[in-house]
Each structure stands twice: as structure tokens, then as C-alpha cells.
């Protein structure tokens, strides 16, 4: 593909040698994958180790989620205990409050039923204190 007379093409000529510009690149590669690898390398080690180490704290901790879940059922137990004990504490309110309403005799209160609180609640008043101001120095 030259000109009639023959001579070559003068765009080729101007070209460099095509593996004389591809060696380094392949060079400049070869080296990004090698280091590429070893990021990779250094990664799945590091994860390996993480691995090994959550399955130890799995270890350790699978007894105490076994108490836990021990516990809870205890605790479940004792909130549908209590559960019940107020359902009966509030039909049988239910049940003394139709009494009011109806004239007839008042049931007593059960023998069973936890004492009742004083009128002013469950803590006894407490007398009043003077304020740091009022104290002599």
C-alpha cells in the first residue's frame, strides 16, 4: 500500500515497533496483578482469622444464651403468674362492685388477697426538712 512509484507508506513508518511500547505496559500489568494478589492473600488470611475467632466467642457464649433462654421462660412463667393473679384480683373487684350496685350483704374480701395499702400509698409521708439556706452556718 504504498505510492505507484512503491515506496511504503509513510504512516507506518512513523509508528514505533508495536513491542516496544507493549512490554512495558504488560511489565507495569504483570506487577499490578502480583500486588493484587497479595492484597487478596493478606484479605482471606485476616478473614480466615476473624472466623476462627467468632467461632471461639460462639463457643463461649452459647452457654450463657442458654441460661438466657432458661431465664426467660422462668420470667415468662412468673409474668403469666402474675397475669392470672390480677385477672382474679379484677373479676372479683368486678364482682364487689355489682354487689354495691345490688342491696343485699357485701362479700368480704378474701383471706388469700394481699393486704390493703394506708390511704396516703405505699410510703409513709415524710416530714418536711429545712433548706440549706435556713441552716445556720
Known sequence: ???????????????????????????????QLNTLSEVVEAITFRLLELEEKVSVQQQRLEPLVEASDREDEHQDALRKLRFDQTEQRLSHLEQLLQLDNNPGPLASFPESAPPLMAIDGPFPEELEQPFMDDVPA
Open 1 to 31: 500500500m504504498g505510492d505507484p512509484a512503491g515506496h511504503p507508506d509513510p504512516s507506518l513508518r512513523a509508528c514505533p515497533e508495536p513491542t516496544a511500547r507493549v512490554a512495558p505496559a504488560i511489565d507495569r500489568l504483570a506487577h
